[in-house]
């Protein structure tokens, strides 16, 4: 049974070349580099609310996981058609029209769809900025624009991201309930939810080397995201480690994971993928205390001295 709904064609016929461009760039928007920077920078940026946007970055690899696995299990293939074949674009264009227009591997649900219902419509939740009603507005806005792209583009049927947005708003529904149910804990929340959809993908996929790598960053960001909540721990006045129960088990967490990742990495270097996976997975832990660090106000002494030294 077909996925298409027959009006690919009629579509393709009235569309001028140089509009497979103009989507190529809109479907960026829901591509993985694209929503890993929007997170990565707001993380980065964020000083009063970062415990939420971590919380979003955990949903963004519990989505990857989670529509690694999804395409496993279904193993569609994608549609056997393009909006523009590459030879009728102007050779200026070919590395642009490949790299923004193009796709490969299985076709059911929308990795784009889902990632992007997933991204956006959580920072609509849990960013402040502007009215509740106009985030929500603008994040149905990009999911629309970037699922039609794909559509558009000729690399998904449009019942691929139909059930993309779909499985997108089933998953933020059962997540959003955790995660409010305890607001506190929002960001641990969230990595754990990655750590425990990448393990299902694992087996799911059978060792699919995309869901290898994520287990390893989804161990990697939960360490490191319990180091970053011990350093505003001590840099709060808590403390010292051992005297204070909430301090010690996070400190254990993230030694226990990072143990781990760097004897993986240690044991199966260089060849296999394990190795790149215990790789990521430290470097992941190292980078996420790093903004909490730098706004620690031992940090910001140092700084500030720095600087009165400097003039």
Do not use: C
């Not at 939740?125 to 994040?139: I, N, P, Q």
């Not at 449009?158 to 089933?170: F, Q, T």
């Not at 470097?283 to 002494?301: D, F, G, I, K, S």
């Amino acid at each position: 049974m077909t996925r298409g709904l027959g009006w690919f064609d009629a579509f393709r016929e009235v569309v001028p070349e140089w509009a497979v461009v103009v989507l190529g760039l809109v479907t960026q928007l829901g591509d993985v580099w694209f929503l890993g920077v929007l997170v990565g920078t707001l993380y980065w940026i964020e000083t009063d609310d970062r415990d939420d946007i971590a919380a979003v970055a955990g949903l963004l690899l519990a989505g990857l996981s989670l529509i690694t696995a999804l395409k496993h299990v279904f193993a569609l293939p994608r549609p056997e058609r393009v909006l523009v074949e590459v030879e009728a674009l102007p050779a200026a264009v070919h590395p642009l029209y490949e790299a923004t227009a193009t796709a490969t591997g299985y076709g059911f649900p929308s990795g784009h769809a889902l990632m992007s219902t997933i991204v956006y419509l959580s920072l609509a939740e849990y960013s402040d900025v502007s009215t509740r009603r106009r985030r929500f507005l603008g994040a149905a806005g990009l999911v629309t624009a970037v699922s039609l792209s794909r559509v558009g583009l000729g690399v998904h049927y449009l019942v691929d991201v139909v059930a993309g947005v779909a499985v997108g708003l089933v998953f933020l529904l059962l997540a959003w309930g955790l995660l409010n149910r305890y607001p506190t804990h929002r960001g641990t929340l969230g990595f754990g939810l990655a750590v425990g959809i990448a393990a299902a993908a694992l087996v799911t996929s059978r060792t699919d080397p995309d869901a290898v790598l994520l287990v390893g960053a989804s161990l990697g960001a939960f360490a490191g995201w319990q180091l970053a909540l011990l350093a505003r721990g001590l840099d709060a006045g808590q403390g010292p480690i051992r005297a204070d129960r909430r301090l010690a088990v996070r400190a254990v967490a993230a030694g226990l994971v990072i143990v781990s990742l760097v004897g993986a990495t240690a044991y199966y270097w260089p060849v296999s993928l394990l190795a790149g996976s215990g790789a990521l997975g430290v470097t992941v832990a190292v980078l996420v205390p790093v903004p909490e660090l730098y706004h620690t106000e031992r940090v910001r002494r140092l700084r500030q001295r720095s600087l009165s030294g400097s003039q």
